[in-house]
């Protein structure tokens, strides 16, 4: 997406809460405590007054202060450290529950937009998984083992599709096999996976037999560590990256929704936020059309998301 084309797209997209009409006027500026001021909209077919919700709506803290929060996190410090370094500058000020609270919050709803990009990528997608223990302080033998299960484009480093599960099933790589499909059509050719059974034939059916060609719309690679075939280099190596940072975590807490909306927090920070030292620039850079025009990225995907 142009970002000029992405402007209008905005402004297409304000509507009435009312009577849904996109006719509006700009109607003076709403004093917020925390948040500066916002622009206030009056629907011209109902005369209705309205704001638009940026994402930051009812929210009690500044967008700028969330998101460094989140950055913060995804950079290695903990919701604790996060809230004693604000404490610091902000005397009145949120829990650190508030600040993993943002954290889950806003992980879903840039998912709800990053999963959504078409990915432009190489023909070789490369699948794995790696186990987490969760911590459930509720229960008495309260640890679960977890899988994440993840999916990276050769070519552009992308993640192209994960997600964190109570277990590791058909049903599970199913659903991020067919996420990988729907973004990358057209373009992959190849998924290599390790010899675990359960993508044996999950992967020729996400997609599919071909009749006019007479074989199956995806080679399937397998590469058996065992038998000496070596690694899968890029997801090795993408592991090592989401072990790096995860490891203070010292395992998830609670339910397997939060460790998953933290997880896609990670996510989108691997492809939108750090840069990747191998290809120097983001892998969203070279996967997608998406433009990413201010410094704050995580604020700007977060307002993209609300659009
Ligand atoms: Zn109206």
């Given at each position: 997406m142009k970002s000029k084309e992405r402007t209008q797209q905005k402004y297409k997209k304000v509507t009435c809460p009312k009577c849904s009409s996109n006719k509006f006027k700009k109607d003076g500026k709403r004093k917020t405590q925390n948040r500066?001021?916002?622009?206030?909209?009056?629907?011209?077919?109902?005369?209705?007054?309205?704001?638009?919700?940026?994402?930051?709506?009812?929210?009690?803290?500044?967008?700028?202060?969330?998101?460094?929060?989140?950055?913060?996190?995804?950079?290695?410090?903990s919701t604790r450290k996060v809230q004693e370094h604000f404490q610091t500058f902000y005397p009145?000020?949120?829990?650190?529950?508030?600040?993993?609270?943002?954290i889950?919050?806003?992980?879903?709803?840039?998912?709800?937009?990053?999963?959504?990009l078409k990915v432009k990528s190489g023909k070789e997608i490369q699948v794995d998984e790696m186990?987490?223990?969760?911590?459930?302080?509720?229960?008495?033998?309260g640890v679960s083992k977890d899988w994440f299960i993840d999916s990276i484009d050769v070519h552009t480093r992308f993640m192209v599709g994960s997600k964190y599960f109570k277990s590791r099933g058909k049903t599970e790589i199913k659903e991020v096999l067919a996420k990988v499909k729907y973004?990358?059509?057209?373009?992959?050719?190849?998924?290599?996976?390790?010899?675990?059974?359960?993508y044996e034939n999950v992967v020729k059916k996400t997609w599919g037999y071909n009749n006019k060609k007479g074989r199956y719309?995806?080679?399937?690679?397998?590469?058996?560590?065992?038998?000496?075939?070596?690694?899968?280099?890029?997801?090795?190596?993408?592991?090592?990256s989401i072990r790096e940072r995860t490891k203070t975590f010292r395992g998830f807490h609670g339910s397997v929704e939060s460790a998953r909306s933290i997880m896609k927090g990670?996510?989108?920070?691997?492809n939108f936020?750090?840069?990747?030292?191998?290809?120097n620039c983001c892998p969203y850079e070279l996967a997608t059309d998406l433009i990413l025009e201010s410094s704050n990225r995580w604020l700007e995907l977060i307002k993209l998301s609300k659009v």
């Open positions: 500066g001021k916002i622009q206030r909209h009056r629907c011209k077919n109902c005369n209705f007054r309205y704001v638009i919700d940026d994402g930051f709506f009812r929210m009690r803290n500044h967008p700028n202060k969330i998101t460094c929060a989140i950055d913060l996190f995804y950079k290695g410090v009145k000020n949120s829990t650190n529950v508030s600040v993993y609270n943002w889950i919050k806003y992980s879903d709803m840039k998912g709800g937009f990053t999963d959504k186990e987490y223990h969760r911590r459930q302080e509720h229960k008495k033998r973004k990358t059509e057209g373009y992959v050719t190849t998924v290599t996976t390790d010899g675990y059974t359960a719309n995806i080679f399937h690679k397998k590469v058996i560590a065992s038998k000496g075939e070596g690694f899968n280099l890029f997801i090795e190596r993408l592991h090592n990670y996510e989108i920070f691997y936020i750090r840069k990747h030292q191998a290809i």
